[in-house]
T-cell receptor, first 114, second 113 residues
Framework: ETGVTQSPTHLIKTRGQQVTLRCSSQSGHNTVSWYQQALGQGPQFIFQYYREEENGRGNFPPRFSGLQFPNYSSELNVNALELDDSALYLC?????????????FGPGTRLTVL | KQEVTQIPAALSVPEGENLVLNCSFTDSAIYNLQWFRQDPGKGLTSLLLIQSSQREQTSGRLNASLDKSSGRSTLYIAASQPGDSATYLCAVSSDNQGGKLIFGQGTELSVKP
């Protein structure tokens, strides 16, 4: 039991809308990473947060933004949704900082953009 | 730019067979390599992690090897079972920032009873 939860489980939006996805880590997990997984593909790194600060970003445009809160829960916000944003969004957390190898993945949020 | 490739994309085997999944990466300067399992519509479960200084790791019926110089890793599954059916992903970390993983596209494994 990893204890990483994500909400909502599924979400349907239309092109141009904005969406907020949430991730709740285990107590003490101070690092969270977000990934986008398109159908049939491996996950792609979006960004990482460590102690509420962004600590690295993948090749995603600025309309993908995030937050990490003092209780180490996290949000992924996507503005101006595009059809290609349809994917499974995964968060992964760890407790030892960015250099920790072991991460715990949540079950993901399935986003469909129509 | 690091790229990770997995072959085959899909594999179907009868129960009891031993099998090998392949992973290759273009830049040998990796920090570690991990193998994950993903069940349909679910998150990832870490199976094995190999540090760059290691050659292999074993867990139960699973054995993962790493050859950094050739940019290859294999995941060996012994005596496969229907419960092994899932997508297997390999991922590399290019520095000690463990959360920034670069994944392959996965191998979808089906083990038939």
């Amino acid at each position: 039991e990893t204890g990483v939860t994500q909400s909502p489980t599924h979400l349907i939006k239309t092109r141009g809308q904005q969406v907020t996805l949430r991730c709740s880590s285990q107590s003490g997990h101070n690092t969270v990473s977000w990934y986008q997984q398109a159908l049939g593909q491996g996950p792609q790194f979006i960004f990482q947060y460590y102690r509420e600060e962004e600590n690295g970003r993948g090749n995603f445009p600025p309309r993908f933004s995030g937050l990490q809160f003092p209780n180490y829960s996290s949000e992924l916000n996507v503005n101006a949704l595009e059809l290609d944003d349809s994917a499974l969004y995964l968060c992964a957390s760890s407790w030892g900082g960015p250099s920790t190898d072991t991460q715990y993945f949540g079950p993901g949020t399935r986003l469909t953009v129509l | 730019k690091q790229e990770v490739t997995q072959i085959p994309a899909a594999l179907s085997v009868p129960e009891g067979e031993n099998l090998v999944l392949n992973c290759s990466f273009t830049d040998s300067a990796i920090y570690n390599l991990q193998w994950f399992r993903q069940d349909p519509g679910k998150g990832l479960t870490s199976l094995l992690l190999i540090q760059s200084s290691q050659r292999e790791q074993t867990s139960g019926r699973l054995n993962a090897s790493l050859d950094k110089s050739s940019g290859r890793s294999t995941l060996y599954i012994a005596a496969s079972q229907p419960g092994d059916s899932a997508t297997y992903l390999c991922a590399v970390s290019s520095d000690n920032q463990g959360g920034k993983l670069i994944f392959g596209q996965g191998t979808e494994l089906s083990v038939k009873p």
